[in-house]
């Protein structure tokens, strides 16, 4: 099956301070998807973006397909940006939502 | 519009046992489907179901089963409840079938004793 790599696997930021996550896929896909999973377990969809770029907020998204990554970039941290971010997409070539996920990268914002 | 909502939100078993899981999707909503999330594995996906017809199913034993109404609702079962099944059972649900942006409920934490 597909293979994520999300990095860094943890990040430690001062609040205010800018960071980026990265995604590595090991095959063509037509889904990608980045999530926050808050403290209490619930999975916030950040974006929806197999390709191009998209920005909400402090928060942007880039995946470059053919180079198979995507990168999550978030500006001006707050404390309530901690939480595990998860990197999911899907294999090209498959229909439905099947998405296969990283192991996240763990965010911890001090103030 | 109200979000997924998942029930009950915890719950404690004993190995051998059974349970059940509800899932409600957001309104509109007509794909269901599942994940496993632990920290030895991840999340895995479960299965996925659109029209009451399953469309995709992960690498689970057949203990792991599911079903939708026709309402979009969802449940999955789990018979014969081992020790590792122990986990954060999450359901998504998304307007269609295909490539659509996936919105998660807030998970049913399972803990078998």
């Known amino acids: 099956g597909i293979q994520v790599e999300q990095s860094p696997p943890d990040l430690i930021l001062q609040e205010g301070a800018n960071s980026t996550l990265r995604c590595n896929f090991s095959?063509?896909?037509?889904?990608l998807q980045w999530f926050h999973q808050n403290p209490w377990g619930q999975l916030i969809n950040l974006f929806y973006?197999?390709?191009g770029t998209k920005q909400n907020g402090r928060l942007s998204a880039t995946t470059v397909a053919t180079e198979r990554y995507s990168l999550l970039y978030i500006s001006s941290s707050q404390t309530t940006d901690s939480g595990v971010y998860f990197c999911?997409?899907?294999?090209?070539?498959?229909?439905?939502?099947?998405?296969?996920f990283g192991e996240g990268t763990q965010l911890t914002v001090n103030p | 519009k109200a979000g997924v909502t998942q029930t009950p939100r915890y719950l404690i078993k004993t190995r051998g046992q059974q349970v059940t899981l509800s899932c409600s999707p957001i309104?509109?909503?007509?794909?269901v489907s599942w994940y496993q999330q632990t920290p030895g594995q991840g999340l895995q996906f479960l299965f996925e179901?659109?029209?009451?017809?399953?469309?995709n199913k992960g690498n689970f034993p057949g203990r792991f089963s599911g079903r939708q109404f026709s309402n979009s609702r969802s449940e999955m079962n789990v018979s014969t409840l081992e020790l590792g099944d122990s986990a954060l059972y999450l359901c998504?649900?998304?307007?269609?079938?295909?490539?659509?942006?996936?919105?998660f409920g807030s998970g049913t934490q399972l803990s078998v004793l």
């Open positions: 999911a997409v899907e294999r090209a070539g498959t229909s439905g939502s099947r998405l296969t």
């Open positions: 998504a649900s998304s307007p269609s079938w295909d490539g659509e942006k996936l919105f």
């Open positions: 095959d063509s896909v037509n889904n």
């Open positions: 179901y659109f029209s009451e017809t399953q469309r």
């Open positions: 309104s509109g909503h007509r794909s």
């Open positions: 973006i197999p390709s």
